[in-house]
């Protein structure tokens, strides 16, 4: 099987700088074209979210050409590859922590406190000022198979052609949430929200295959960071020709509908890469004309015969 890709990566509207980091990497080997994607979204309430962020994006990378490609290469099953996975996504945060712990440590020095007060605080159970962490959400696809793992609010959508996404009707409170988490903040979706009340209207949306881990509004409860050890949510399954997948972080998402995700991301429109990219760009740009202040992300591959 074969893929048509795209990435779009933009800092947004008013951030400072893009905490997001991508990864797309394919190499054809002798089992089969082998293809990693990967999003990983900076925490922007915390410092150096773009540090977080992009060391995962390095780890996954050098999974991908070490790890991954000789388990390919030596017919490992499945169970084997989660497994490496869950070991790196372990020592990442280990070494998140530590260097979460040096950066307080100067910070605390550099103020002219005491060390010997600071490792009395750690020993007595206080919390760490000093904190950072970044989602992650990555696919692998290989031998029309599906490997995803995931942690925190980014998201992967599966978009099928010809009708094979799921249907919601306007009385599904699954659809409605859908549709009410990609309002604008300050009610500027008034054409987005017209009419989904009636009962008889019926729409496609893309399948969301991973699951938000977020509290309220915006706090994360599961990521990569320096808080301890979270085990990635892990699905896999069959792919087919004719499919797109979306991988981005939640700007991306925020002011959009999962019907317009569909419309513009169809994959039996999608013919080329260049044409890919100018998708994901048009939404990019429709996202921050709506208001999005986020970093936004993304990452889209189309499986061809």
């Not at 996975?85 to 605390?108: F, I, P, S, T």
């Not at 009410?180 to 009610?187: A, D, K, S, V």
């Not at 990219?277 to 499986?303: F, H, Q």
């Amino acid at each position: 099987m074969q893929y048509m890709t795209g990435v779009y990566w933009n800092r947004g509207g008013r951030a400072s700088c893009n905490q997001d980091s991508v990864v797309l990497h394919q190499v054809l080997t002798r089992r089969g074209r082998v293809l990693m994607a990967a999003v990983c979204d900076g925490m922007g309430g915390m410092r150096q979210g773009e540090i977080a962020s992009g060391y995962m994006a390095e780890r996954l990378q050098e999974w991908f050409y070490d790890s991954l490609m000789r388990a390919v290469e030596q017919k490992k099953p499945c169970w084997m590859i989660r497994r490496s996975m869950d070991r790196l996504v372990y020592h990442a945060q280990e070494q998140l922590r530590q260097y979460a712990g040096k950066e307080e440590a100067v910070r605390q020095m550099s103020q002219g406190m005491v060390w010997e007060q600071e490792v009395q605080r750690r020993d007595e159970g206080a919390s760490q000022p000093f904190a950072l962490g970044t989602t992650m959400s990555v696919l692998v696809l290989w031998d029309r198979t599906y490997l995803i793992w995931h942690l925190g609010d980014s998201r992967i959508y599966r978009i099928r052609s010809n009708g094979g996404g799921k249907l919601y009707s306007g009385r599904d409170r699954r659809y409605k949430q859908d549709v009410r988490g990609r309002q604008h903040r300050q009610g500027a979706w008034n054409r987005c929200r017209d009419g989904h009340g009636a009962s008889d209207r019926r729409q496609k949306i893309p399948e969301c295959m991973t699951r938000d881990h977020v509290r309220g509004r915006s706090r994360l409860t599961k990521c990569v960071g320096s808080f301890g050890y979270f085990r990635p949510d892990y699905r896999m399954g069959t792919v087919q020709a004719g499919e797109a997948f979306l991988l981005c972080s939640d700007g991306f998402r925020h002011c959009i509908t999962g019907q317009e995700l569909a419309d513009i991301l169809a994959p039996q429109q999608l013919r080329e890469e260049a044409q890919v990219e100018r998708r994901l760009r048009e939404i990019g740009e429709t996202c921050m004309r709506r208001g999005e202040k986020d970093n936004l992300s993304a990452v889209c591959i189309r499986t061809v015969k």
